[in-house]
């Protein structure tokens, strides 16, 4: 198909992108935006590609050896990245990296159950490893809010075991859950029908209790101590907000999106505020897809009265957070065809005409930085919205233009964008012989 992207857009581009030679400077230009901010949110443009993993942890270490920065921040559950972290600080049994992921079950496991992953955490634990023994060592924290009964189960093993009276009352509490088993969908579903009388009253009772017993519980034995408190109260947190989620997410896609992204920026908050009682000061990287951490205001998001984790934290932080982007135009993904479906190995179609993907496929440099913080290096053509591809754990080629494209104003949502035009999916750690055989190409059988 003929490309209808302006000749003057692609002869500008050329002025301004940084091509990536694969070599450790590559990276320089980004460190230098960076500066001394304290947040810097990596985005990717697929929940599947490889080249969007492996770079978004080149740059984090990076950020972590040459910057001070102390944590990863993840679009992931908070138990789950919970036994990650208590794994890269040593404080955990678990043999390897990929035990450490194990709590990773829920779908989509590729998200985080990947050879790129498992080899960022096995870096991370010998990263600490290099550090003296009172710095305050790199976790892996999860902002998700999915882990209802995961979070659940994770509270009541710390009351057992610091306040058994407590965690009594807890299971109590918890206890209105149990009819819906693992199901919080349909917990959602009949307490939005007003069909059975809702939980709320009982998970915000937990959480409050859990706060004001916070001198008892966190002082017992020092540091230690007050993480696994500092984690069981975050797990009530995720409980109390997992539960309203559930029971708005039928009433409209735009108030469970919001609440969603409010409590990934409360738990970022949180954690933040927690790391600074420790170490004095705080810098996080946040891990999580495009949609969530460029800015809402600068997408069809915004209005639709969406807002995001990139909007929020720019509004509260202005340049003391960079926003940095990741697209590409053709290739391979690992994504399903449907919700809880097995992971597949999908050819990414190559991007629509008239999309930012196709404009740099147009440049002919196959990976490149452009950095659009300074409207002085933004292309005037390219302040113009256009189209942009974003991929989930979901990929249906057969609707794209409906499920997979939005409009953007690029140089608003992102003070950095890092493209690679061809790229391949990720490798699960979990994969079937459907992954393996991957997606007859669209030539079939012809193969041309």
């Known amino acids: 198909m003929q490309s209808i992207t302006e000749p003057t857009l692609t002869e500008a581009l050329h002025e301004k992108l940084q091509p990536l030679a694969g070599t450790a400077e590559d990276y320089d230009r980004i460190m230098d935006l960076v500066g001394d901010a304290r947040f810097v949110l990596l985005g ?111 509270v009541l093993r710390y009351l057992e075991k610091v306040d058994p009276a407590a965690a009594k009352q807890a299971r109590g509490r918890y206890a209105c859950f149990d009819q819906f088993d693992e199901d919080a969908q349909r917990y959602g579903f009949l307490t939005g029908l007003g069909l059975v009388q809702s939980c709320e009253d009982e998970v915000v009772r937990e959480l409050i209790e859990l706060q004001r017993r916070a001198m008892d519980y966190a002082r017992r034995d020092g540091r230690v101590a007050e993480d696994e408190y500092f984690a069981a109260v975050q797990n009530a947190r995720v409980v109390k907000n997992a539960e309203e989620y559930y029971r708005t997410m039928f009433l409209g896609d735009v108030s469970s999106w919001n609440l969603r992204d409010r409590h990934m920026v409360e738990t970022l908050d949180t954690l933040v505020s927690h790391l600074e009682r420790q170490a004095g000061s705080a810098k996080v990287v946040v891990w999580a897809h495009n949609s969530h951490l460029g800015d809402a205001r600068a997408t069809d998001m915004g209005r639709r009265g969406e807002l995001n984790i990139g909007q929020l934290v720019r509004e509260r932080n202005g340049r003391d957070a960079v926003l940095i982007g990741f697209t590409t135009h053709h290739g391979t993904v690992t994504a399903a065809s449907n919700w809880d479906g097995l992971a597949e190995r999908k050819y990414v179609r190559p991007a629509l005409p008239g999309s930012y993907e196709a404009a740099f496929h147009d440049s002919e440099i196959a990976r490149f930085l452009l950095a659009v913080r300074e409207r002085a290096n933004v292309p005037k053509a390219l302040l113009e919205p256009r189209l942009e591809r974003a991929i989930g754990v979901i990929y249906r080629p057969d609707t794209e233009r409906e499920s997979h494209y939005f409009y953007a104003r690029l140089p608003d949502q992102f003070d950095a964008v890092l493209h690679f035009d061809e790229t391949r999916a990720v490798e699960p750690l979990d994969y079937s012989a459907k992954w393996e055989e991957g997606e007859l190409p669209e030539t079939f059988p012809f193969a041309v």
């Open 44 to 154: 990717e443009a697929s929940h599947g590609t490889y080249e969007f993993y492996r770079e978004r942890a080149e740059i984090t270490k990076r950020l972590i050896k040459e910057k001070g920065f102390i944590t990863v921040a993840a679009e992931a559950d908070w138990p789950d990245a919970h036994r990650v972290s208590r794994y890269v600080r040593r404080l955990s049994d678990d043999a390897d990296a990929i035990q450490a992921l194990t709590d990773f079950r829920r779908f989509p496991t590729w998200m985080w159950r990947n050879t790129v992953v498992v080899e960022f955490v096995e870096w991370l634990r010998a990263n600490n490893d290099t550090l003296p023994a009172d710095a305050t060592k790199v976790g892996f924290y999860g902002l998700d809010l999915y882990s209802l009964r995961a979070s659940m189960e994770a």
